[in-house]
């Protein structure tokens, strides 16, 4: 019975699916199943996922009308053997490190109080040649509350950092039993599902974090990233779910309570007050011009942010 099982949505992905298994073939961990999901593609991507699955016996292939990467995740998490103990939710165009799911399991094998673990991530263009370094960031509250970026040796990632939405991925190992408990992945959500789902088991136990680069992230034309109102939609979803969360132990209550207090003091206003840092040079030559500019309204959007969020912070304890 395979511990792991890697799980790939698969949509209009025929070009890189071949080298995506490649990479889960070579890992040096071997107990896993890979499990491919057409999510309704238009192209080939039903038939390469079905060659694929002729290569390894641990191969499966499934497919659905197109739903969505959250609902093709979900349908994969269903159709995993019973007995596996892990879910690795690793894009079709995505890369696998040959260590990753060893590193991962050990990470998890000996830290039972984690429910799920992380890595960094290294990004490769459309012909998996290396980018530059662009790192996981992973903001947390810092000396006297101010935000600052956790480094990748820090162990664990506070839940406040997937509440606030500020640092996200999919490259993670999940304990399968967890999943299956919290509910899986929210299919309404096609932008910060992940930062949703990585919130949702830090809530529940704790989120680890391991420094190497297991994953290898591909950017290119195709890929399915939206901007704009995709985004803004996406996150006041996200961000009404979380503001409305109410917990159901006093572990949770202290969480949430830390949450909303770094979101709505620290986080938000803190964007703002850091171009105003970062602006601050500029104005030793004179106040003016654009960098000028950008420290006022930076400086009284902050401002306005501080106040909003000490109102709401407040009021939710009215």
Request: glycine share 8%.
């Amino acid at each position: 019975m395979p511990r792991v099982s890697v799980i790939v949505p698969c949509y209009k992905a025929g070009r890189y699916l071949p080298a995506t298994v490649d990479s889960v073939l070579r890992q040096t961990f071997s107990s896993w199943e890979l499990i491919l999901v057409d999510d309704g593609s238009p192209d080939d991507t039903l038939e390469t996922a079905r060659v694929q699955a002729k290569r390894d016996p641990r191969i499966r292939f499934f497919t659905q009308p197109n739903q969505g990467q959250s609902a093709a995740r979900n349908l994969g998490a269903c159709e995993a053997s019973p007995g596996s103990e892990f879910f690795y939710f690793l894009d079709a165009d995505d890369l696998l490190h040959p260590e990753a799911l060893a590193r991962l399991v050990t990470f998890l094998d000996s830290h039972p109080e984690a429910g799920v673990v992380t890595s960094e991530k290294a990004d490769i263009d459309s012909e998996g040649n290396p980018l530059p370094p662009n790192p996981v960031r992973r903001w947390a509250s810092g000396f006297l509350g101010w935000p600052q970026k956790l480094h990748p040796t820090v162990s664990t990632t506070p839940f406040a950092t997937y509440y606030s939405g500020c640092a996200g991925g999919i490259w993670a190992l999940y304990r399968s039993r967890l999943f299956l408990q919290i509910g899986g992945w929210n299919e309404a959500l096609r932008a910060f599902e992940d930062c949703d789902l990585l919130g949702r088991f830090a809530l529940a136990s704790q989120a680890g974090h391991v420094p190497e680069v297991l994953n290898y992230y591909r950017k290119h034309s195709s890929q399915m990233t939206g901007k704009g109102d995709f985004i803004n939609s996406n996150y006041v979803a996200f961000r009404a779910f979380w503001d409305s969360c109410r917990p159901t132990n006093s572990r949770e209550a202290q969480l949430l309570n830390n949450a909303r207090r770094f979101h709505l003091l620290w986080h938000e206003p803190g964007r703002h007050f850091r171009i105003c840092l970062k602006t601050a040079p500029a104005l030793i030559k004179g106040p003016r011009g654009q960098a000028w500019w950008w420290f006022r309204t930076n400086l009284a959007d902050g401002a306005k942010a501080w106040i909003r969020g000490l109102r709401q912070y407040l009021k939710s304890h009215s």
